[in-house]
């Protein structure tokens, strides 16, 4: 036991005043299972949501004051460590909390795992010291040193009274931080603290927004009545891509921001969100908050400060912002609400979409859900009564939807390009680009497949080369002359012989990824301007926004892309899109993959003719009569998604039943299989719950670990956490296995 309990306490016995030194629980952000309970000191009232320290073992950890009752008898108060001190830094407000407990509850996590999203920069906790700068206090007449040349172009930068940091003095003034200090010390220059802005502050008036149409002004007053009301709402703000959604829901959010609340806006891919940011500062006057996982330690707590204290107005962040200490939340906003990016696969895996309806209505607040494709979760909510719904049918200043158009390639087929090979692009599509481009407009050919080539094989043998730690092939990236595992990162030299047969220069890159895409691109079309767009060519918010804005400028006439290029972009000169393979999603046992396939295809098209020309859409396909692609085609998207939800009703599939997926995985197969086992045999037998499998997972091996599945199914009606939690305590799971337990899962791998 540390020097830790410090704190003296009178005897328990001692007359005349209530001896009984008060408890507190301190819940810390740490897998570490419930709060434990600490004493406070005598002289703090140490309400629930304190920022605390406390020792753990020999260390010191900060965590909150949670609102459980302490459990005077478990442990007795001579046993108990004392709060060491309270931090800095606002209390932790009561919803906050409550999303906490009720995120562990719901996903079976460690509330303190849960706590460590909300706390995640324990730097935070104290304010950071403040930032000295150098202000010029005395003309260079009076100057107490010799001016040299540098030191006179140091005076020259700070002539206009303000005051720099060392290192921004210094390389403005093109001179070493030695000479900035010499001035110092000197007397030349006064140090000064300063203390940055608040990242999300708002200006005193909030400008009007563009005029709207008549129907985007009926859903920006339903939008802005929701917010009003003062009480938890969904709403989902269901229209057409092009349709004013976002215009729309700035509405709501200047709504919120006149009557002093919050606003978070969740977004699903933070990377990509440059378009918005602008779009966001010319509505508003200034720039949000950002949240995402490309800050600086040192931005992440001057932001979770700038929230915890109300300064941050508006936050805009990927899903983990959910979890910050808003005391004053008006108004979630969850864009592209049925984009799978939501949905966190690692860590404790939940789906932002879904919390933050719960964190909307543990705060009594309103939230908005958008999406030209929404979700059929939210689609049922909306039908059952659940959600609210407001619709705008049409794209904004009279454009048109595209028109879009099956190419079967079963007769329209890719025939070889002369000195190139394999083609993967047929007549019909080759024609329309070639069109496109003769009038002077853009095109962009999609294709969601990172890399080369999906595959390499020995055209000897016939081998295929597997990554070593997964159930995966080797995927092909020529460009830096790789093969890639995309499940578990690993990198390896192409090999110049077979290694099963030794056989030299037989292995052969088999399909398209978009790089080989773009060296076809390249050999039919040699005159046109081409670029790449995907996660691994284009990195980070910077190089997106670059990359997009020389799209807009028209420097580019053909562009190649992953789904990255499908992510709500502007581009005013687009008018053909050609998807080269429409049937991609739609293989595999995943559940949502027809519903995904024609959200993301829905999406691509819908980046064709978003200006004054109409645009094009050709899908190559080997099933035009899919229901997917015909409900492209027709654009009759609610009577697909009414099929869609017959037959997920008819297999008893979400969002019509509940899924928990568990996953046990460990480095040895025999322990893995035994561990199933006894889960099999335990599952819990009673009416509306069915267990299936266990079976090897489709990844059967991933990084180096063996998995099995197990998918437990209940009635809607019937929550799955009170049998899961008694069925997981009735088997015992050894160290090296690893159980992971996702509920309402997104991925079947
Ligand atoms: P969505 O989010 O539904 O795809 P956006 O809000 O991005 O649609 O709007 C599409 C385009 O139309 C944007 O460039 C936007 O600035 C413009 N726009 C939409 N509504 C208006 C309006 N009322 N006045 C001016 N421009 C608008
Ligand atoms: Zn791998």
Redesign the pocket.
């Known amino acids: 036991m540390g020097g830790a309990a410090a704190n003296p306490q009178p005897p328990d016995d001692s007359p005349g005043f209530d001896a009984r030194p008060r408890r507190v629980r301190v819940l810390l952000p740490l897998p570490l299972g419930e709060a434990y309970d600490y004493l406070a000191p005598p002289e703090t009232a140490l309400a629930p949501g304190a920022l605390v320290e406390v020792p753990l073992g020999s260390r010191r950890v900060a965590g909150a004051v949670w609102d459980a009752e302490p459990e005077d008898s478990r442990v007795p108060a001579h046993k108990l460590k004392a709060v060491l001190r309270v931090c800095d830094a606002p209390p932790l407000p009561r919803p906050v909390r409550q999303f906490v407990d009720w995120v562990a509850r719901y996903y079976l996590a460690e509330p303190g795992a849960v706590l460590k999203m909300a706390l995640p920069v324990p730097a935070a906790l104290d304010p950071p010291a403040p930032r000295l700068a150098y202000r010029r206090i005395q003309t260079p007449e009076h100057l107490p040193v010799r001016l040299t040349a540098a030191r006179k172009r140091v005076l020259d930068v700070l002539a206009d009274g303000l005051a720099r940091p060392v290192t921004e003095l210094a390389k403005e003034a093109a001179v070493s931080s030695a000479v900035v200090r010499g001035l110092a010390d000197a007397g030349a220059l006064e140090q000064v603290p300063i203390h940055p802005g608040a990242p999300g502050a708002l200006p005193e008036a909030l400008p009007e927004g563009?005029?709207?149409?008549e129907s985007?002004g009926a859903a920006a007053d339903a939008l802005v009545d929701r917010v009003r009301a003062d009480a938890f709402s969904v709403t989902l703000l269901d229209?057409?891509?092009?349709?004013?959604?976002?215009?729309v829901y700035f509405q709501a959010v200047k709504e919120a921001l006149a009557q002093s609340r919050q606003v978070l806006v969740l977004l699903p891919e933070i990377a990509l969100s440059a378009q918005w940011l602008e779009?966001f500062e010319r509505r508003f006057g200034v720039e949000p908050a950002q949240w995402h996982s490309e800050l600086t330690q040192a931005q992440r707590r001057d932001t979770w400060r700038a929230v915890a204290r109300g300064e941050a107005r508006v936050v805009v962040g990927a899903r983990s912002a959910l979890f910050l200490p808003y005391p004053a939340l008006g108004l979630v906003v969850v864009d592209e609400e049925h984009e799978p990016a939501f949905k966190q696969e690692d860590g404790v895996p939940y789906h932002a979409r879904d919390m933050a309806v719960v964190r909307a209505r543990l705060g009594g607040i309103a939230c908005v859900l958008?999406s030209?494709t929404p979700s059929l979760e939210s689609i049922e909510n909306v039908r059952a009564g659940r959600y609210d719904s407001v619709r705008?049918p049409e794209r904004?200043?009279g454009a048109a939807l595209p028109e879009v158009a099956p190419i079967d390639m079963r007769k329209d087929r890719p025939t070889p390009i002369e000195g190139h090979g394999t083609s993967y692009i047929a007549p019909s599509l080759r024609d329309a680009v070639a069109e496109t481009l003769a009038a002077g407009e853009q095109a962009m050919l999609f294709l969601n497949r990172r890399g080369y080539a999906p595959l390499v094989l020995c055209r000897s043998c016939g081998h295929r080369l597997q990554c070593p730690h997964c159930t995966a092939w080797l995927v092909e990236h020529r460009l830096i002359h790789r093969l890639q595992c995309h499940h578990c990162g690993f990198v390896t030299h192409p090999p110049d012989t077979c290694p099963e047969c030794e056989a030299a220069d037989s292995l052969a890159a088999c399909g398209p990824g978009v790089e080989r895409l773009t060296e076809e691109v390249r050999a039919l079309f040699p005159d046109a301007r081409t670029a790449l767009m995907a996660s691994d060519t284009v990195t980070g918010p910077d190089s997106a926004a670059r990359f997009v804005e020389s799209v807009r400028r028209g420097e580019v006439d053909l562009l190649i892309g992953t789904q990255i290029v499908a992510k709500g972009h502007?581009f005013p000169g687009l008018t053909l899109v050609g998807v080269v393979d429409a049937d991609l999603g739609l293989a595999g046992g995943d559940l949502r993959a027809g519903e995904r396939t024609y959200q993301l295809l829905h999406q691509v098209a819908g980046r064709a003719g978003r200006a004054e020309k109409p645009g094009r859409v050709l899908l190559q396909t080997y099933g035009p009569e899919h229901p997917v692609i015909e409900a492209l085609v027709s654009g009759e998207r609610d009577s697909f998604l009414a099929v869609e939800a017959e037959n997920r009703k008819l297999a008893e599939m979400p969002p019509f039943t509940r899924l928990v997926a568990l996953i046990v995985s460990s480095p040895e197969e025999d322990q893995a299989d035994a561990v199933t086992r006894g889960l099999a045999r335990t599952a819990p037998e009673r009416e509306g719950v069915e267990v299936l499998g266990p079976a090897p997972a489709p990844m059967a091996v991933l990084r180096g670990r063996h998995r099995r599945r197990l998918l437990l199914k209940t009635r809607r009606d019937q929550a799955p956490q009170p049998l899961l939690r008694a069925w997981l305590a009735r088997v015992a799971v050894p160290n090296k296995v690893r159980l992971y337990v996702d509920v309402d899962p997104y991925g079947f791998l």
């Open positions: 563009p005029p709207l149409s985007q229209g057409v891509t092009g349709s004013g959604k976002t215009e779009r958008t030209a705008l904004h200043a502007h």
